[in-house]
């Protein structure tokens, strides 16, 4: 208490009522501020999480994916690609899930050189796997099959890819029809003609029984989209019958354009008795594929000589194209016995219903090109 000098006491000072009502906005002003600094600080905070953590949990995530590898991917490296475009190839196939993040971890790991082969990796790979990967080199081999192949000529391409054993496991195993088809015609019937074309991986610990069985599972998608099953018949053929005359259509009409009109001389032949005298047929039966028949080639002595046998070859020739497979399936209607090359150019042949007029046709085709 303050004493006057003049003997009374005044009371402690209090703030007026202008000067409390000016004090209350001054604290609730400190008070927002303290707030705006909290937030401030908070956003600076999850700034910093965005800017440092989540790009950590990303390159995570991608380095190891979250619930495994999955089904197996393949790619090719060339002759001469760089690693970038390695690495691109296998985020497109999905064997890893970021280019860029693999890139990232390259660049810290060590950045290996692929070397040119055929790789095979699970997809969502983790980025060690496809490292280890691309350190240890190609892990798996491929195999192109075309249509007029046959089974030897598989084979024989089969040795320089996966060794001279691997090849004749493979052709003996083809050979014996030991995989079955549903366009066999009984259980253990030769499997020439009844593969399909295509890219085949080989990859570590698959035996020829395994590339085999993938080849004859693959034809018989191709064949039932073609629209031939196993219960199919065409003028009296069966459905085996009517793969062994497509892949005379094959060799024979040798382009898409010929091969209708191909399937109807060999049905009209058929039709007729006659032999279908078809030179691919003897070259079958000497294991060539392509050059010249002479007469001493067709005395060759095979079934599979259609100068000396009527019918069918015992076995398709090769492996029939979806065209040729159209073809056989639906001949056009007419009464052509014979056919030639008129035309070197398109490859276009002339048909015949008369040997006279097969005689005319040879007789243009030389006064055209000598």
Known sequence: MIVDPSGTEEAPDQPSGVEAAQAEPTRAVRRRRTSQRR?????????????IVAPVAWFLFEAYPIGG????????????????????????????????AFRID?????????????YVLPTSSSFSAARNLLVN?????ALGTYTGQTNLEIAQALSSIAGGTFASRFLDLARAGSVPS??????????????????????????????????????????????????????GLDAYEILTVASIVEKEGYLPLNM??????????LARGMPLQMDSTVLYATGQDGGTVTHATEQFPSPYNTYLHTGLTPTPICIPSIEALAAA????????????????????????????????NEQLFAERYG
Do not use: C
Request: proline share 9%.
């Open 39 to 51: 937030r401030v600080i908070a956003i600076v905070l999850l700034l910093v999480v965005l800017v």
């Open 69 to 100: 590898s999955g089904a197996p991917a393949m790619f090719e490296v060339t002759a001469g690609e760089s690693i970038a475009q390695v690495v691109d190839a296998m985020a497109q196939k999905g064997i890893v899930g970021s280019s860029l």
């Open 106 to 118: 390259l660049m810290v790991t060590g950045t290996p050189s692929a070397q040119p082969g055929w």
């Open 137 to 141: 080199g190609p892990n798996a081999h």
């Open 182 to 235: 549903p366009y066999q015609r009984a259980p253990g019937t030769s499997l020439e003609g009844l593969v399909a074309p295509g890219l085949f991986v080989i990859t570590k610990g698959e035996t020829p029984r395994d590339l085999l069985t993938q080849m004859v599972r693959r034809f018989d998608r191709r064949a039932a989209a073609a629209g031939i099953t196993p219960s199919t018949s065409v003028n």
């Open 260 to 269: 209708p009109k191909t399937a109807t001389v060999i049905y009209n032949r």
């Open 329 to 360: 399936l639906n001949p056009p209607p007419g009464p052509w016995l014979y056919f030639t090359l008129i035309d070197k150019t398109s490859g276009a042949m002339a048909f015949a219903k008369t040997f006279a007029e097969q005689l005319t």
